[in-house]
């Protein structure tokens, strides 16, 4: 199993500032993923973040906005950017490790954004 | 147009009741049906996987069954607790994980 912490598990910030959201996982995987759940919402991928590669965006995700860094096999940042209140959402950092006979996909805890 | 539904959209029962969660999908191709449970302000937990060739997995008092036909799976859970209080999550994935479609989720509130 993996064990997935964020940090912040919440905030709210101001219009137009940006927020840097961190995922720690317990143990080295190669699959990072980066979901958001509006409110009342099911899920949403965002991006797909590989340890060594650029990370792939989801159609209507652009790096721009949300750009992502993976520096190691166990770390990975989203930054929400140039936030408007559309971005209020959690924001929830996964990763898929490899079983006998399928994948398990772990998530974190989600960070509540909230943007005035 | 790849989608998961779920029904109901929300569901309260008496603890000690049996309930039955619906998911439909229209994924294709289909490699697996995953349920997840998700508590207030907490990430989803994986209850059940189910590949093509299985039609029912238990985990505990949950049991999920899968009609890759019809595309249909259920979710059945046996003897509520007030801990099974949480949105339940059909998952279906094709090909990949970057191909995962989520449902909107049933919300539970188990009373005593």
């Known amino acids: 199993s993996a064990v997935i912490s964020q940090k912040p598990s919440r905030d709210i910030c101001q219009r137009g500032t940006s927020l840097t959201i961190q995922c720690q996982v317990d143990?080295?995987?190669?699959?990072m993923f980066w979901y958001r759940q509006q409110p009342g919402q099911s899920l949403t991928l965002i991006a797909t973040?590989?340890?060594?590669?650029?990370?792939?965006?989801e159609s209507g995700f652009v790096i721009d906005k949300f750009p992502i860094s993976r520096p190691n096999l166990t770390f990975s940042t989203l930054t929400v950017s140039n936030m408007s209140p559309e971005d209020s959402s959690i924001y929830l950092c996964s990763v898929l490790l490899a079983g006998l006979e399928t994948d398990t996909q772990y998530f974190g805890p989600g960070t509540r954004l909230t943007v005035l | 147009k790849n989608q998961v539904e779920q029904s109901p959209q929300s569901l309260i029962i008496l603890e000690g009741k049996n309930c039955t969660l619906q998911c439909n999908y229209t994924v294709s191709p289909f490699s697996n049906l995953r349920w997840y449970k998700q508590d207030t302000g907490r990430g989803p937990v994986s209850l059940t996987i189910?590949?093509?060739?299985?039609n029912t997995k238990s985990n505990g008092r949950y049991t999920a069954t899968l009609d890759a036909d019809t595309k249909q799976s259920s979710l059945h859970i046996t003897a509520s607790q007030l801990s099974d209080s949480a949105s339940y999550i059909c998952v279906v994935i094709r090909g990949g994980y970057q191909k995962v479609t989520f449902g909107t989720g049933t919300k539970l509130q188990v009373i005593p």
């Open positions: 143990s080295q995987v190669t699959m």
């Open positions: 973040a590989n340890q060594g590669s650029e990370a792939t965006y």
């Open positions: 189910m590949t093509f060739s299985e």
